[in-house]
């Protein structure tokens, strides 16, 4: 009986060797490529190329990728490239450095934006502003409809108005989604193609804000988690140039709504405009009538303004938008370093294989514009401005406008 068990004992053990024994033998089999040579026997190399063994490494921004006419799979792989010439080699490594001092200076510039953040918010600057320090979770949620989310990318956006957010809309759009075409019937894929008045449409993209509606009180957990693990951004630009941009856009062209919510409101408070206005913008801009830049900025400066309502979002400050000092940004991008920034950007997010950043207007508002545009504003009128949109400019280290903050320089000869 003992030596019937003995050889049951044996009979397994023996099994289970063999069975260990097949797998490690299949697993290392499995791996390699059993005719590797095949066609080889058959077939030539091209003439002018070599075969190169060579070890499988990752691939990094600044690799020069070689197409290789054959590979075999495997511990190790070898491609056939052709023969480099010692001009060609040295041109490859000067791409090779140059790319990688570029994506250096990328990196140190996008640390010292977000350095210069923490900076300001913890005080370092000396500068207080409204909600610098309160908590992300005292941040009321119609405070946050500017953070669009992207959970197929694991992206966060804060759209910030006449910073070129129309075609970030537009690459969110085709990200996550959320519009068909009607030509093809299914989702677009190409930003460019995404018609510009329907990005802002609010119902296509899904916001912290809407996070109550579809989460309830798991609602601040959800954000917590997604501003903890998802890549988020935002784009700036100079505070003055983004207000000159966003009157030309708004009221020094007929626009409707603006006319009916803000301009009509400007001409009756500051205008001295006689009689009844205007009831459309068309009618008022063709009788000679429409808001001036100084009118707009009276309206800013004017205290009732905002306790009739919060500043409308195409003048809201960004610190207000997109809260910088709750959200630790993973990206800050400038509108003046725009195609270069979006580069950089897309390759972050990892979706540069799917697209590219639409081409933008060729009239963009440029900073040389302040001096004309703030000319005819009083000093006081420009420096009390400075003061109301100072966060940003600290925040995103914009320098202070010297030739709108200091009396500008006349052409009059002075009497002796």
């Known amino acids: 009986m003992g030596t019937w068990r003995g050889v049951r004992v044996a009979f397994v053990l023996g099994s289970l060797f063999m069975v260990m024994l097949i797998i490690a033998y299949w697993d290392d089999v499995s791996g390699l490529n059993l005719y590797p040579f095949q066609d080889l026997k058959h077939k030539s190399l091209p003439s002018g190329w070599r075969a190169q063994s060579t070890t499988v ?84 949620f119609r405070e946050l409809d500017h953070l669009i989310v992207d959970d197929t990318h694991q992206i966060i956006y804060c759209y910030v108005p006449k910073v070129a957010c ?115 913008a068309a009618e008022a801009f063709a009788a000679g009538i429409k808001p001036t830049f100084h009118q707009f900025i009276t309206y800013l400066l004017d205290p009732e303004t905002e306790r009739e309502s919060i500043f409308n979002e195409h003048w809201r400050q960004v610190y207000r938008l997109c809260h910088p000092c709750q959200v630790k940004y993973d990206f800050i991008g400038r509108l003046e370093d725009l195609e270069t920034d979006s580069e950089q950007l897309l390759k972050l997010l990892k979706v540069d294989h799917l697209l590219q950043f639409p081409s933008g ?4 508002t440029a900073a040389s514009w302040e001096r004309d545009w703030f000319a005819e504003i009083p000093i006081t009128e420009r420096r009390e401005l400075y003061r109301l949109y100072e966060p940003d400019f600290e925040l995103f280290s914009y320098p202070i406008p010297d030739s709108v903050l200091h009396q500008l320089q006349t052409t009059s000869s002075q009497t002796p």
């Open 166 to 280: 129309t075609n970030w809309k537009r690459i969110m759009v085709v990200l996550s989604q959320s519009l068909i075409s009607p030509i093809t019937g299914k989702p677009y894929t190409d930003p460019q193609s995404v018609p510009a008045d329907l990005v802002h449409n609010s119902s296509l993209h899904f916001t912290f804000a809407k996070f109550w509606r579809h989460y309830g009180s798991l609602s601040r957990h959800l954000m917590a988690l997604k501003l903890q693990h998802y890549t988020k951004f935002l784009f700036v630009r100079d505070p003055f140039v983004r207000l000159i941009s966003a009157f030309r856009n708004k009221f020094d062209r007929p626009n409707e709504d603006f006319y009916r919510q803000f301009g009509s409101v400007m001409l009756r408070r500051y205008g001295n405009v006689t009689g009844s206005l205007a009831d459309t």
């Open 361 to 364: 207007p060729q009239n963009r």
């Open 57 to 140: 490494s990752p691939p990094s921004s600044s690799t020069v990728q070689v197409q290789a006419s054959a590979s075999f799979t495997g511990h190790s792989t070898t491609e056939f490239i052709p023969e480099q010439t010692p001009e060609k080699l040295a041109g490859e490594e000067q791409i090779k450095k140059g790319g990688e001092e570029r994506w250096t200076a990328e990196v140190r510039e996008q640390e010292a934006r977000k350095q210069r953040i923490i900076d300001v918010c913890s005080r370092k600057e000396g500068l207080e502003f409204p909600g610098r320090t309160r908590a992300f979770e005292q941040i009321p």
